[in-house]
T-cell receptor
């Protein structure tokens, strides 16, 4: 059974801090690792990572994948209160000709305080 | 920006009743999904749908669940005889074609919260 484990479960930081969120996975026939941000309801897409060692960056957020050690990290620099959310990691298996099926972790709840 | 829309946002129903949750995926997407999230728990895959048929379904998606694309825009999830444990947030999602390499990039709707009493 595919499994995704995230740590820490929750985190409280001060505005301006840098945080690192962790995600490890066990997936048969791995295709990609995805990060989503869930603020109130719908998860919104952040990154999709398919190759090891190539950092993806979007503003203050960046992420990298290690396919040898089966983990990914999501970094947020200079955190702001608007970064407060649950960050979800999901693994996508390689399916041949079928739709995507994501296995999600439990998420890391990040709270950024003033 | 195109988005996935879901209705209703919240439905309260009695145990044993049938519910239909509706979704309008992004128009040029070819893959459609239902996920659910029980309060405080993980987002869980229910079913994927492509080319007017179920592509894959999880163990959760038993005979009481069904999906349909009744017309060119709507995608529905029907729960035939609801149970207390069906109470959850149900997310519809859609994604591009597999060959685009972005099939895993799901666009989620705002969710339909189902409360079974």
């Amino acid at each position: 059974e595919d499994k995704v484990v995230q740590s820490p479960l929750s985190l409280v930081v001060h505005e301006g801090d840098t945080v690192t969120l962790n995600c490890s996975y066990e997936v048969t026939n791995f295709r990609s690792l995805l990060w989503y941000k869930q603020e109130k309801k719908a998860p919104t897409f952040l990154f999709m990572l398919t190759s090891s060692g190539i950092e993806k960056k979007s503003g203050r957020l960046s992420s990298i994948l290690d396919k040898k050690e089966l983990f990914s990290i999501l970094n947020i620099t200079a955190t702001q209160t608007g970064d407060s959310a649950i960050y979800l990691c999901a693994a996508e298996p390689l399916n041949t000709g079928t739709a995507s099926k994501l296995t999600f972790g439990t998420g890391t709840r990040l709270q950024v305080t003033l | 920006e195109p988005e996935v829309t879901q209705t209703p946002s919240h439905q309260v129903t009695q145990m044993g009743q049938e519910v239909i949750l509706r979704c309008v995926p992004i128009s040029n997407h070819l893959y459609f999904y239902w996920y659910r999230q029980i309060l405080g728990q993980k987002v869980e895959f229910l079913v994927s749908f492509y080319n007017n048929e179920i592509s894959e379904k999880s163990e959760i998606f038993d005979d009481q669940f069904s999906v349909e694309r009744p017309d060119g825009s709507n995608f529905t999830l029907k729960i035939r005889s609801t149970k207390l444990e069906d109470s959850a947030m149900y997310f519809c999602a859609s994604s591009e074609a597999l060959f685009s390499g972005r099939a895993g990039e799901l666009f989620f709707g705002e969710g339909s919260r189902l409360t079974v009493l």
